[in-house]
């Protein structure tokens, strides 16, 4: 009896032994497998961080592209209608710009103006109107790039908003006709314009607030007189 006692505590012993072998063995598998998922989540971020910074070099270089195009392409053929208004005395439209919408008094306005103007001939007013809507179409080709995320548009603000705007003001009127067939027409020219125009004028007031602040603090400095007892003799 003594000697089944004893050989059942051995066994007991010996599966005890062998519970912790196989657990500590789990255990070493379980640490391997958390390692791995750790690796594997670090290889995705990486992976991840990787991808952003590919999609961000590749933004920056079709913007750069974008430019060029931009350089190369619309500004020679926005200089020649520039040159035309100019040459005929075409009146330049300076009036509001609103919705993009012919019911507005003044782009009527204009319109009859211009197409009072009797200092064409018939080939050259066709060729001066195809250009105005070939310019228009060429400033919603590169905007679709920006609006759409393509292209990183801030890249090239400071270089192209300016000469985009200003493009984009005297096309208005025409812009606004093109767009009583089609009113989604131009859409991407359009949110850029307003996206660049709003941040044109938060720029400007940042510009003037700065401005008045140094305004101010230089009156201020000449305002001010050492209070009694400040001065040492």
């Not at 290889?43 to 990787?50: G, Y």
């Not at 020679?76 to 040459?87: G, V």
């Amino acid at each position: 009896m003594e000697i089944t006692v004893k050989i059942l505590e051995i066994l007991y012993y010996i599966a005890g032994i062998g519970l912790f072998i196989i657990g500590m063995k789990g255990l070493k598998q379980l640490t391997i497998g958390l390692q791995q998922v750790s690796i594997g989540l670090e290889q995705v971020s990486i992976a991840k961080q990787d991808i952003e910074i590919r999609s961000q070099r590749e933004a920056a270089l079709l913007a750069v592209n974008q430019s060029e195009i931009f350089s190369n392409e619309l500004i020679p053929l926005w200089n020649n209608i520039y040159l035309m208004y100019k040459a005929k005395d075409i009146p330049i439209y300076k009036g509001p710009i609103l919705n993009f919408d012919l019911n507005e008094s003044e782009i009527n306005s204009y319109l009859q103006t211009f197409a009072k103007t009797k200092k064409f001939k018939k080939e050259e007013y066709d060729d001066f109107i195809q250009n105005n809507i070939l310019l228009a179409n060429k400033l919603e080709a590169v905007s679709l790039y920006f609006v759409k995320g393509i292209a990183d548009e801030q890249i090239v603000f400071e270089s192209l908003s300016k000469s985009f705007q200003d493009m984009v003001k005297i096309l208005y009127p025409i812009i606004v006709q093109l767009r009583q067939t089609n009113k989604n027409a131009f859409s991407n020219l359009i949110e850029l314009f307003c996206i660049w125009g709003s941040r044109f004028e938060e720029k400007e007031l940042l510009e003037q607030k700065e401005k008045i602040s140094d305004e101010l603090e230089k009156i201020v400095k000449k305002d001010s007189k050492p209070t009694i007892g400040s001065k040492v003799v």
